[in-house]
């Protein structure tokens, strides 16, 4: 996990197969994250938007790699609270 920015964070899956199981990882981050709050004396709302690349189907290199993240993140962002896009999904979008 690498923090890149104020509120961005990037963090590295190794020994994912399935580009399901990195999805499936990455649900429970979130759903994890939006539980935080439980028990607090305060209320706290945790809301996480998610971009995903791969290595080496979206980029064979680390900064393009993150470029495709990033550019998916804000699309995530668009979508709503506690979303999840694929850099592939957006190979469309500027």
């Known amino acids: 996990v690498a923090r890149v920015g104020g509120d961005e964070f990037c963090l590295l899956l190794t020994g994912i197969r399935e580009r399901t199981d990195a999805i499936a990882h990455m649900k429970q981050i979130i759903e994890g994250l939006a539980a935080l709050h439980s028990g607090l004396s305060c209320d ?51």
């Open 44 to 94: 706290l709302q945790i809301q996480v938007s998610v971009g995903l690349a791969f290595y080496p189907q979206d980029a064979a290199d680390p900064p393009n790699l993150l470029n495709r993240a990033d550019k998916a993140m804000y699309q995530a962002k668009r979508s709503g609270k506690n979303c999840l896009r694929l850099s592939d999904e957006i190979a469309n979008f500027a």
